[in-house]
Nanobody, 115 residues
Framework: QAHVAESGGGEVQVGGSLTLSCVTTETILETYPVGWYRQAPGEQRTLIARISPYGGPDYEDFARGRFTISRDTAKNTVYLQMDDVRTADTAVYYC?????????WGQGTQVPVSS
């Protein structure tokens, strides 16, 4: 049984916007901080932002200002809104707890950014 399911990826043009969704379980959402990660071709997977059960969002420096993480507890979903996307944002996007729990990694959702 999958713990997370990412969706919402797809080709987007430079300067455009996209919102990704991560459906998870109530237990994970209420117990752990949940983060969005990304892995660009040939690079390591890196954290973008996280949101805690009882706290606010927290962003890595490169994401601050263009990415917005939010959650809807009624839908057990964590969102990542991406604005003013750049070609460097091309990657597979994943969600997981922070720090990540290996059994939770899902298939991710691809975001190719075209110029």
């Amino acid at each position: 049984q999958a713990h997370v399911a990412e969706s919402g990826g797809g080709e987007v043009q430079v300067g455009g916007s996209l919102t990704l969704s991560c459906v998870t379980t109530e237990t994970i959402l209420e117990t752990y901080p949940v983060g969005w990660y990304r892995q660009a071709p040939g690079e390591q997977r890196t954290l973008i932002a996280r949101i805690s059960p009882y706290g606010g969002p927290d962003y890595e420096d490169f994401a601050r200002g263009r990415f917005t993480i939010s959650r809807d507890t009624a839908k057990n979903t964590v969102y990542l809104q991406m604005d003013d996307v750049r070609t460097a944002d091309t990657a597979v996007y994943y969600c997981n707890t922070t720090p990540p729990l290996p059994p939770i990694w899902g298939q991710g959702t691809q975001v190719p950014v075209s110029s």
